[in-house]
């Protein structure tokens, strides 16, 4: 309890310092012309940024920290010094709602309405989520080891949308604003394409979009051509996505990087081009059906994660120490209810 608390401590000084960066952003750096010179005000607040989770010990909160402040925040900003992504408005958003969307995980709704995606709906809300993690931790540890691989697939989808759940919920209850959903249904996918590009991790997918494949498409499409420089764009994100992966689990582990999670998405790069390719030769006329198409779109998402994405946080039991930190907080938030309660009764 004693190290969760000194952790707790780190998280606020961690909150504070981000703060600040976002408020020397929004003030000094947007005052500068987009391009090198605001990227280049910017740089001691990136190279903070891949500091800060090194101030905690837990691997809950390195987990957290990394994910949020290394990646998406930086990468935020990134866009913000040319003047694109999700911090740039017309007029300038309030700075309550720029350090809002610079730091939490959540990204507006569009107003415009998405392509509706034709499969059977099974929507699992954000208690629901919040219930079924706290079961799993609950069980995990009486779970037969055939069952370990699922346990961690279900388990991290539900870290993350709780995670991002969490931040939208506040961000909505502020502002008015409707965000968007940090996945969708990403257990009912029939193609790698689908699940990579619209069901996983939505936020990560947008971010990546247009700070690896927008760049790099308009670099190559004069010498490549519009279709394989869109290619190059695909693979660019694959290929930044596994070595922001691979920083994460150092931050995580402490441990030099094995590279398989960098394999692993590399893997899955090419083997969307190549969905890709075979699916404009085959054309509709041979499409299988959804069942065969699901059981092997999740069968190979779930085997190729098991031996390539989940061994480096196995080996050192990493995920183990996940889990107690998990239910740590847990027990800490249990018993802060306990304790309002007692005190309002």
Same mark, same amino acid.
């Given at each position: 309890m004693?190290?969760?608390?000194?952790?707790l401590?780190?998280l606020l000084k !961690?909150?504070?310092?981000?703060l600040?960066s976002?408020?020397? /952003?929004?003030?000094i750096s947007?005052?500068?012309p987009k391009g090198?010179?605001?990227?280049?005000s910017l740089?001691p607040?990136l190279?903070?940024f891949t500091l800060?989770p &090194?101030?905690?010990s837990?691997?809950?909160?390195?987990?957290? @920290?990394?994910?949020?402040v290394?990646?998406?925040?930086s990468?935020?900003l990134?866009?913000?010094s040319?003047?694109?992504?999700?911090?740039v408005s017309?007029?300038p958003?309030p700075?309550?709602l720029?350090v809002s969307l610079?730091?939490f995980? !959540?990204?507006?709704k569009?107003?415009e309405s998405?392509?509706?995606i034709d499969s059977?709906k099974?929507?699992?809300?954000?208690?629901?989520?919040?219930?079924l993690f706290?079961?799993?931790m609950a069980?995990?540890?009486s779970?037969?080891?055939?069952?370990?691989?699922c346990?961690?697939?279900v388990?991290?989808y539900?870290f993350i949308d709780?995670?991002?759940?969490?931040?939208n919920?506040?961000?909505r209850w502020?502002? #008015?604003?409707?965000?968007e959903?940090?996945?969708? =249904?990403p257990?009912l996918?029939? +193609?790698?394409?689908?699940?990579w590009?619209?069901?996983?991790?939505?936020l990560?997918?947008n971010?990546?979009?247009?700070?690896v494949?927008?760049?790099? *498409? +308009?670099?190559m499409?004069?010498?490549a #051509?519009?279709? *394989?420089?869109a290619?190059?764009?695909v693979f660019?994100?694959? @290929?930044?996505?596994g070595?922001?992966?691979?920083?994460?689990?150092y931050?995580?582990n402490?441990?030099?990087p094995?590279?398989e @999670?960098?394999g692993f998405f590399v893997l899955?790069g090419?083997?969307?081009l190549?969905e890709f390719?075979l699916k404009?030769a085959? #054309? =509709?006329?041979?499409?299988?059906?959804?069942?065969?198409?699901?059981v092997l779109t999740m #069968?190979?998402v779930v085997?190729?994660?098991s031996w &390539?994405?989940?061994?480096?946080?196995?080996r050192?039991?990493?995920?183990a120490?996940?889990?107690g930190?998990?239910?740590a907080?847990?027990e800490?938030?249990?018993d802060?209810?306990?304790f309002?309660?007692? /005190?309002? +009764?």
């Open positions: 004693a190290a969760l608390v000194a952790d401590f780190a !961690i909150f504070l310092s981000v600040a976002l408020l020397y /952003s929004y003030f947007s005052k500068l090198l010179p605001r990227l280049l740089l607040i190279s903070l800060l &090194l101030l905690v837990s691997i809950l909160f390195a987990a957290i @920290v990394s994910s949020i290394t990646w998406l925040t990468f935020k990134l866009l913000f040319f003047h694109s992504g999700p911090l017309d007029p958003l700075f309550l720029f610079a730091f995980p !959540i990204r507006i569009k107003k998405q392509k509706p059977p099974l929507p699992i809300n954000f208690p629901a989520k919040v219930f706290t079961v799993l069980v995990e540890d779970l037969p080891p055939y069952m370990k691989l346990f961690n697939c388990a991290l539900f709780i995670v991002v759940g969490f931040f919920t506040i961000a502020v502002f #008015g604003i409707e965000f959903e940090p996945s969708n =249904e257990y996918s029939t +193609s790698l394409q689908d699940f590009g619209r069901r996983w991790n939505i990560v997918s971010l990546l979009r247009l700070t494949f927008i760049p790099v *498409r +308009s670099a499409i004069d010498v #051509g519009r279709r *394989r420089s290619a190059v764009g660019a994100v694959f @290929v930044v996505s070595l922001m992966h691979e920083l994460l689990f931050y995580v402490r441990e030099s094995s590279w @999670v960098t899955q090419v083997c969307v190549l390719q404009m085959v #054309g =509709e006329k041979f499409r299988m059906h959804y069942a065969v198409c699901w #069968g190979f085997v190729t994660a &390539l994405f989940f061994p480096p946080v196995l050192n039991g990493t995920v120490r996940l889990t930190d998990c239910r907080v847990l800490l938030v249990n802060l209810v306990k309002v309660l007692k /005190s309002s +009764s």
